[in-house]
């Protein structure tokens, strides 16, 4: 199979190109480095692998590329942690409108050339950012309060897009929805502003990096955002690549949707004492104060996971702590030198 990928370069399609080039596919990547600048990707140089240096909003070069393949996975996104959902509202909204309509005016082109197969589209855990159930399941995005965010909503205006597509034109799709990537690979985003917290200066507003670093460089009492007791499921990027692979082919995942998660639920202080205890060691006391929290820090995020594994037989099974200890030393060997 040929795959289109756009945002390529991306912390998610990090993980899902090389999970495709693996499985023996060929893969074209677009993206334009807007988020970190240059990355060079362990797949860059691959046999299988093409890689576009384009604009995810120019519907022509998206259009050319997805003529000549079988699936096209819309990744590409403006994207970043709860402080630049505020700083960046109306920007998060219509730039990735903008990316959404050209990715969905290409497939259209593509698919009625008989080429194309199938749109996957990833949404995001932040439609469900005012769930009234837990753990929540697929649909509850259609009957809670609508996202609060610009970019809980954007995201849920792509699961939109797909049903628009299909009713009018019969564009098969398939939603994934990830929740609370961790990894390695991301970096310092572009447009990420300095923030004080405490006597440590950062510029990543994502939770794991943003306490590995804090902790590496020694503050302590730790500084957290609120009480620490929101709840996440904390999903390795190589179980969410696999995920989304396996949505992409599996026949019953047509026009379906999925929580694509571990089901594992952590506090956010119960994050902090584990990165805590592995970077200083288990006889350092654990020590934190609370900070205001921020706008859009939704407390409670647990998916239902029970669709993936019945429909796709798929489940997310990289323990947090296994996926710490491979990236702390990651973020450590980053932060040194200057690039996080």
């Known amino acids: ?46 046999a299988r692998y093409r890689f576009i240096n384009g604009d995810a909003r120019d519907a022509k070069l998206l259009t050319e590329c997805a003529a000549e393949c079988d699936h096209f996975i819309a990744c590409a996104a403006k994207i970043g942690g709860i402080a630049y959902f505020h700083e960046c509202a109306y920007d998060l909204l219509a730039e990735n409108e903008r990316i959404l309509a050209a990715s969905f005016d290409a497939a259209l082109a593509a698919f009625k050339t008989g080429k194309l197969e199938k749109i996957t589209v990833l949404s995001s855990s932040m439609v469900y950012e005012n769930a009234t159930i837990f753990p929540t399941p697929e649909g509850h995005e259609r009957q809670c309060p609508p996202p609060s965010s610009t ?3 954007q995201k849920l205006a792509c699961e939109y897009f797909c049903q628009g597509a299909w009713e009018q034109y019969k564009l098969p799709y398939t939603i994934c929805r990830p929740f609370n990537c961790v990894g390695i690979g991301e970096r310092r985003a572009i447009g990420d502003k300095n923030v004080p917290s405490g006597n440590i ?38 179980d969410l690549a696999k995920g989304i692979a396996t949505s992409l082919f599996h026949p019953a995942a047509k026009n379906q949707d999925f929580n694509i998660s571990t089901k594992v639920a952590t506090t956010v202080l119960e994050l902090a004492e584990l990165i805590w205890k592995k970077v200083k060691g288990p006889e350092v006391p654990f020590r934190y104060v609370s900070d205001a929290p921020m706008t859009y820090d939704v407390q409670m995020r647990i998916p239902d996971t029970t669709k993936a594994e019945r429909v796709l037989g798929f489940t997310a099974n990289t ?22």
């Open 201 to 238: 200066t950062l510029a990543m507003s994502h939770v794991v990096p943003d306490l590995v670093q804090k902790i590496i460089k020694g503050q302590d009492p730790l500084r957290i955002l609120g009480a620490g007791q929101q709840v996440r499921c904390y999903t390795y990027g190589g």
């Open 151 to 153: 970019y809980g909503f």
């Open 319 to 340: 323990p947090l702590d296994i996926v710490l200890d491979e990236v702390i030393p990651w973020i450590r060997e980053e932060a040194k030198h200057g690039r996080i």
């Open 1 to 46: 199979m040929k795959i289109l990928v756009t945002g390529s370069a991306g912390f998610i399609a990090g993980y899902l190109v090389q999970e495709l080039l693996d499985q023996g596919h060929e893969v074209i990547g677009i993206d334009n480095f807007s988020k970190y600048g240059f990355i060079e990707k362990s797949y860059q140089g691959h």
